[in-house]
T-cell receptor, first 115, second 110 residues
Framework: DAMVIQNPRYQVTQFGKPVTLSCSQT?????MYWYQQKSSQAPKLLFH???????NEADTPDNFQSRRPNTSFCFLDIRSPGLGDAAMYLC??????????????FGPGTRLTVL | KQEVTQIPAALSVPEGENLVLNCSFT??????LQWFRQDPGKGLTSLLL?????REQTSGRLNASLDKSSGRSTLYIAASQPGDSATYLC?????????FGAGTTVTVRA
């Protein structure tokens, strides 16, 4: 089945130690998103890629970076995680063009714990 | 900036009762309005998407309406079942830039 895959599902890191979260998709969608969701809160958009075009949200901290080396993969890098960065990180995809509806398809998420 | 609100935060109903979930948004110039389901500790599953030019969408027991003039969307779930227990989130905004509500957590009692 076509899907959005996130690895790892659970990540534990130490305060200040860089961490990378991975997202891959078999949907061949041209748009990929990263969201941060803290406990019992709404998901918050961090940034998205339209193909290779990177779009950062104005209030996304500089500590968060992203890479999209090809259509299938997208990475979230947290350069110096703080305790406040502990959250669920959700990757999503959508397709633009060809009669698509812009429905977003989400992966299962990576839960990040910062010690 | 689009602000999305969902009230109530939690809802408990007996099995078989119809569910009505509310969503309000501040900017009527939305590109589309999407409803998602989230099970505990999991990602989001898309339920329905309503384009800005549409008034409603239906899928099985689910029906969602959109009223841009009043800044409201409603998700109806007919004849609720225990398997419908989850958190339901709505999201709207510009294309590629969804703003989410915090969700309504639904418990359907058997």
């Amino acid at each position: 089945d076509a899907m959005v895959i996130q690895n790892p599902r659970y990540q534990v890191t130490q305060f200040g130690k860089p961490v990378t979260l991975s997202c891959s998709q078999t949907l061949n969608h041209n748009v990929m998103y990263w969201y941060q969701q803290k406990s019992s809160q709404a998901p918050k958009l961090l940034f998205h890629y339209y193909d290779k075009d990177f779009n950062n949200e104005a209030d996304t901290p500089d500590n968060f970076q992203s890479r999209r080396p090809n259509t299938s993969f997208c990475f979230l890098d947290i350069r110096s995680p703080g305790l406040g960065d502990a959250a669920m990180y959700l990757c999503a995809t959508s397709n633009q063009g060809g009669g698509s509806t812009d429905t977003q398809y989400f992966g299962p998420g990576t839960r990040l714990t910062v010690l | 900036k689009q602000e999305v609100t969902q009230i109530p935060a939690a809802l408990s109903v007996p099995e078989g009762e119809n569910l009505v979930l509310n969503c309000s948004f501040t900017d009527s110039a939305i590109y589309n309005l999407q409803w998602f389901r989230q099970d505990p500790g999991k990602g989001l599953t898309s339920l329905l998407l309503i384009q800005s030019s549409q008034r409603e969408q239906t899928s099985g027991r689910l029906n969602a309406s959109l009223d841009k003039s009043s800044g409201r969307s409603t998700l109806y779930i007919a004849a609720s079942q225990p398997g419908d227990s989850a958190t339901y989130l709505c999201a709207g905004g510009a294309r590629y830039k969804l703003s989410f509500g915090a969700g309504t957590t639904v418990t359907v009692r058997a």
